[in-house]
């Protein structure tokens, strides 16, 4: 699935990075993003498999990054 | 580019054609030159790492010099440096291979992938043997302490190990044989984060009991009348303590805050530290002069232990998550805390009947609402019938931003889950935010409250939660909020 949203960062259950979509929709990277795709707001494409997992952050959906870039 | 350096090399071998010897050579050569370039550049495209790309070259550079060394040796030049080169290009090119083949393997065991298999209740593994052996799948039972008789549905869960090549045929074939096989899920992996530190939130403590050194920085208290709980609960005794069960990733058993009521068990560890800090707010000793408080005044009420469902860094499975609900109820946990949790319409079979089994046997089971801002029902293990799901509530006593929704389900409650101080491991203190935070000060009290009448059942529980509760202004979405004081002396009542 290819998505072109928005990196966030989430302060709760510790802190992690996640995709945030202009609809609201959420993808948490299970394997978390590499460093230089840490920043607030940057824009991205990202193709992401759907992954069912639990964990403790219990926000949005779990996907693992298959690549990622720049938008 | 491809056409360019096409043009350009035979530009230069027409050139050297028809040129003089001495001028020959630096064309030939810049052609040679041309040539590797173009030969990394396009094995580099070609393969998708670095490591295969090298090998490659390194082999087609060994070979070529090889050939050219004995062209040279045909015409009675001197070769042996062009075949010393081609040697050494060569060797380069074993050892890289022996690398990439011992990174292969590495990346080969990243690909095992297990499956969660439950038989029906008359069915032996020796049924689907012969489709486990096609795919070279070994297995074993996933929960061998639970016989028949204690569940019908978990005493027949198999781990299967496979491939993830075979992973989709192998579930195919199972999946076929509805006549031996009830269920087959894939043994999901769980990702965690590190915690990081939070700001720190004074509170006006003037008049309050408990002599805790931090509790200024603990609003949550207040909000739920834990301060008037304290003054009550150093009133009375309890029939006998409660014991509290975090699954989580383990916890700090050895933190000053609550060694003293920490049940020693194998998940006493907490590298990650998000079950020290949800232990914490379940049980940590109230009163005694160190860190933080909880409802657990003196220690008298509750006594914590920990299962570790999650690894250390940061990975689990759906059959650790059962495993450890089902340790839990082994050793009589009065209350099992679940701050984890998942997307999900609906819950893994394996972890709904494990959740059902530890109902059935008595425990009070307390999971989070999650913290997508959307509906509960989505997450799992929220949406397992019998389970009190908490959402989060801020310092106004407002819905969290983040917080999930839970009232369509059976059994929503709230609590304060933004910027809550409680314990990291090692001897330290930390605050985070998130409905993990909210779960186990649910867990907590209720743990209290089953100390002082442990004859409450989970419905009965549940009830005087709901009815003591605080109605704040978005309870229509999350529930009414906890109110300590109330549901203890309510317990006390019931008794």
Redesign the interface.
Known sequence: MNITDHIRY???????WGILGDD?S?Y?P???LPESFKKEGLSVEVKVEI????????????VKVLSISSA | MLLTGILTISAFLLIARGATKRERSPLLMATGILLLAGSAIGHFFAYSSLLPAITALTAEIGVGLFFVAGFLSRHNRPARPIFFVGSISLAVCVILLGIGRFSLSTDESHESVTLLVELGPDDSIDEIEEILEQFGAGYERAFPAITLTMDIDLSQVYIVSTTTDNELRLRRALEADVENVDHVE?N?????????S?RSVDIDIEGVLENDPLVNRQWALQAIDAHKAHEYLKTVEPVRKAKVAII??GVDGGHEDIRSVFVSSPGNIDVH??GSHCAGLAGAVTNNAIGIASLNWEGKYIEVTAYKA?NDQ?M?T?ES?AQAVLDAVRDDADVISM??????PEA?KT?ADAIRFAIRNDAVVVV?A????EDARY???SNVEGVIVVSAVDQELRKAS?S?TNTSLARPITAPGVNILSLQPGGRYIE?????MSTPIVSGLVGVMRSLNPELNAEQVYNVLQETGKTLKDSRSIGRMINASSAIEAAVAMR
């Open positions: 989430q302060d709760l259950e510790g802190g992690f609201g959420k948490l299970v394997d978390g992954v069912h997992m639990i964990g403790t952050v219990m926000w949005g959906q779990y | 894939v999901e992996p769980v990702g965690l984060y590190e915690p990081i939070k989580d990733t530290g998000h999650l940061g689990g759906i998550i701050s984890l949790g998942g997307k999900s893994p972890i989070s999650g913290n997508s801002n997450h799992m293990p983040f999930n985070m935010s998130g409905t993990s």
